[in-house]
């Protein structure tokens, strides 16, 4: 026994020299950490995707499969624990997970505003303070029942601050994900929710550093000049770090690359604090925090940081300190009646502390009872500080195994419960917001009744072609139009996703992640927008889950009483004239909208409409082709496309074909056809200057319609329906209908951009009902049911602040 320890503790080689010269890769370090790492991602990865209809954030699935690989599960053959986790890959072990602890550190001070917690309000702070010194008392008096049971002779005065901070602790960034996946970021609940955490997350930090101060093994004389000297530590980054990053920010512009060696001698300070608090003996991760804290917010700096950084430390280094902490983890160790008994009474009292101490201070606050009681749940969240407040417990012996185990489990289940309950106790009033103009073709006594377009983004190259198409919209100065314009962005599973919704909410304006930054000129092209033009512009920014993000747009059309919700189409222009789609989920988001939207629908397939600039009011010059079969979806294009002809500077043609599937339209249909026609009709007898014009190819078969069609492709935009009457121009239609999917096709060559126009149809929109009281019976489908099911939230919706209008509404 004593000759396999002696060389068990011996030190790994990096590498071998391969099977085939007789090593197993195993015995060497680089290639068992490889497999460590892969495993970890595989498993923690696997059980975010399982528990993902629990709707439970991912740090659940690294905490669990952390405890699963350890010796509470798998671990427990000796085996496999020997052969992946053997003891002696331990230290390299440790050494990635608290590297990637540190960077990961680094990251969260980067998302930490100062600024936005000294504008914490009074309510906000108090609930915060309640929420830390109820469950930090009832942690004192817990730890005195550990004391007396399963953790005797541990340093008293360490361990009391131990027990007191785990108990305290709110999980900001897991808060966050829980906030956004039940669409609450941005509501009232969310926001005194996320301050309340934020002032939390900083007192924890500073409570941690206090207990790692006194839990050394020197006099109090030294846990004193521990204190002292990280004290120092502060100032001194404050009055010299802070200048030198903020030098690298003024250098690094808006629309300019940041210089590689300003992200490396970040980086490198990043370590070399860390070093520094190592030293100190506070440990590394508080000068990473430091150093994150203190870099300038503002500008594309930060942002690249956080690029360069999260996937990599999030998504590989990050979880393998979960499995870390798992490997610790044995809850075999918790034997016998007084041990469970222990585990009851830790969540009890975590629960009773935070869920208890929340609630009271809001009620007395004048906050509702049941927003309260929410928010009581909500601050009980635990996660990574959580896990890094027992590690450091139990390396310096101030936790042993058992009361280890015991705290794990009580931050995992307070954890896991936040989610249901809140779903269970806390369901938002939706507001029923019945209103009348739900198509762009209105009642005669409706013509002059203002339009109002909800158009949605995903990036900036859309703004363009959007601002131009509701120019050519906005009919006479006594139609007026107002454009919702809502930037859809997708909360993803980053942890930096989180701070673009306080981004959003500090700043005002829209906004730009990853390699699209935002930039002053997507803000100028707003303004001058409305400035210049009589279109009144409002800008909205929608944070969702792309899986969700199509109720924020229902919710915000309804909310706003749009008439029509323009959409881009899930496929984007490449280079050589084909379309490349975004992805699946792009694709979802427009077949939901056409299926429950309140309104008509538009999908816009943008091929450059006006080049890749907005064109002023006074410039536009654009020919459009309405296309005409017939049915509803046909009468509200040719709506549009009447409006639009309005405009001096756009020329309408209306090409009217035969229904080549009459069967398909009733009387009441083909009455409603012709008189829509009649009435274009009129108006091109109206307009003199020849810019309106109708005429009625002889095209019957496909072949003919194809050739007309093609003879007009010298047009700017094509305005269709989405399901006309007619027989199918393309073999396998998409959403965009037999006519809409033919103009997209790689057959039809032309630099138009299309708009295909779906009518609301109460009847097809099985969903919209509960923005219509009057509505008729829905037509429930399968797939309505399945989505019924998934529940519904809030909306996530930031609204963007605006300058004053240039008239009145």
Request: aromatic content about 8%.
């Amino acid at each position: 026994m004593a000759a396999n320890a002696t060389k068990c503790a011996g030190p790994m080689k990096a590498t071998s020299q391969g099977a085939f010269q007789g090593e197993n890769p195993l015995d060497y370090a680089l290639p068992l950490a490889i497999v460590q790492i892969c495993l970890v991602v595989v498993v923690t990865r696997g059980l975010a995707y399982l528990l993902r209809p629990l709707r439970q954030p991912r740090v659940i699935a690294e905490i669990i499969g952390g405890i699963l690989l350890g010796p509470s599960a798998l671990g427990r053959s000796h085996k496999f624990l020997n052969a992946v986790f053997p003891a002696k890959s331990m230290t390299v072990l440790d050494t990635l997970a608290n590297i990637g602890l540190l960077f990961f550190l680094f990251l969260v001070g980067l998302e930490l505003d100062i600024a936005a917690i000294r504008r914490t309000g009074k309510k906000a702070l108090a609930i915060a303070l309640a929420g830390i010194s109820a469950p930090f008392a009832l942690g004192i008096g817990t730890s005195f029942a550990f004391r007396a049971t399963i953790v005797k002779g541990t340093p008293q005065g360490p361990f009391l601050v131990f027990m007191g901070v785990a108990l305290s602790i709110t999980a900001f960034p897991v808060l966050a994900r829980i906030l956004a996946e039940l669409k609450l970021l941005t509501t009232d609940l969310g926001r005194m929710a996320m301050s309340a955490a934020a002032v939390n997350d900083v007192a924890a930090w500073i409570l941690l550093a206090l207990a790692i101060a006194l839990s050394g093994s020197g006099s109090p004389i030294v846990s004193l000049w521990v204190l002292l000297t990280a004290i120092g530590f502060v100032i001194a980054i404050s009055l010299f770090l802070r200048p030198v990053l903020a030098w690298m920010a003024r250098r690094s512009p808006e629309g300019e690359p940041v210089k590689e060696v300003y992200i490396c001698a970040t980086l490198a300070i990043v370590l070399g604090a860390g070093f520094v608090t190592d030293t100190i003996g506070i440990h590394a991760l508080f000068g990473a925090f430091m150093v994150g804290i203190v870099v300038p917010k503002d500008g594309p700096f930060a942002g690249v940081l956080i690029e360069k950084v999260e996937d990599l430390i999030s998504g590989l280094f990050l979880p393998l300190y979960f499995v870390s902490s798992g490997l610790k983890t044995d809850v075999a160790t918790i034997k016998g009646a007084k041990s469970w008994a222990l585990l009851v009474l830790v969540i009890a009292n975590a629960c009773l502390g935070k869920i208890g101490g929340t609630v009271i201070t809001s009620l007395l606050v004048k906050i509702p009872v049941r927003e309260a009681v929410t928010l009581g749940f909500l601050m009980n969240t635990k996660g990574l500080v959580e896990l890094i407040v027992l590690n450091i417990g139990r390396d310096r012996k101030v936790l042993n195994d058992e009361a280890f185990a015991i705290m794990v489990l009580m931050a995992l289940f307070t954890t896991f419960i936040t989610t249901p309950i809140v779903m269970a106790i806390y369901k938002p009033a939706r507001r029923t917001v019945p209103y009348k103009r739900r198509t762009v073709e209105c009642a005669p006594g409706d013509a002059d009744s203002e339009l109002r377009v909800l158009a949605c983004f995903h990036t900036n190259r859309h703004i363009p072609t959007l601002l131009n198409l509701v120019e050519a919209t906005r009919g006479t100065a006594r139609r007026r139009l107002t454009m919702y314009a809502m930037h859809l962005v997708e909360l993803s599973e980053r942890s930096s996703a989180i701070s673009l919704v306080q981004r959003a909410r500090r700043d005002g304006m829209p906004f730009f992640n990853g390699k699209e930054q935002r930039t002053e000129q997507v803000v100028v092209a707003f303004e001058a927008f409305q400035k210049l033009s009589s279109v009144r512009v409002r800008a909205m920014t929608a944070i969702s889950d792309l899986d969700t993000i199509h109720r924020d747009v229902i919710d915000s059309a309804a909310d706003k009483r749009a008439a029509i919700i323009v959409m881009p189409y899930h496929k984007a222009l490449h280079h050589d004239g084909t379309f490349m789609s975004l992805g699946s989920a792009y694709h979802a988001i427009n077949k939901r909208l056409l299926r429950e939207a309140p309104c008509s629908v538009a999908i816009l397939v943008d091929r450059g409409l006006g080049g890749h600039a907005q064109v002023s009011a006074k410039n536009v010059s654009f020919s459009v082709a309405a296309l005409f079969f017939g049915g509803p979806d046909d009468r509200e294009a040719l709506a549009y496309a009447t409006r639009m002809a309005e405009h001096p500077g756009v020329a309408v043609t209306l090409a009217r074909f035969q229904p080549s599937r009459p069967q398909l339209l009733d009387e009441a249909e083909s009455a409603a056809d012709e008189a829509a026609v009649e009435a274009f009709k009129a108006k091109v007898g109206a307009v003199k200057d020849g810019s309106v014009r109708f005429e009625e190819p002889e095209a019957y078969t496909r072949e003919q319609v194809v050739e007309t069609i093609e003879s007009l492709s010298g047009f700017n935009v094509f305005v269709v329906g989405r399901m006309p009457p007619a027989a199918p121009l393309v073999e396998k239609p998409d959403e965009l209908g037999p006519v809409g999917s033919y103009l997209v096709s790689p057959d039809f060559r032309t630099s138009a951009s299309v708009l295909v126009i779906k009518r609301y149809d109460p009847a097809t929109n099985p969903k919209s009902k509960r923005f219509d009281p009057k509505a008729r019976p829905p037509v429930a489908t399968e797939e309505d049911t399945l989505d019924e099911e998934m529940g519904m939230g809030s909306s996530t919706v930031v609204p963007v602040m605006q300058p004053p209008m240039s008239h009145t509404a």
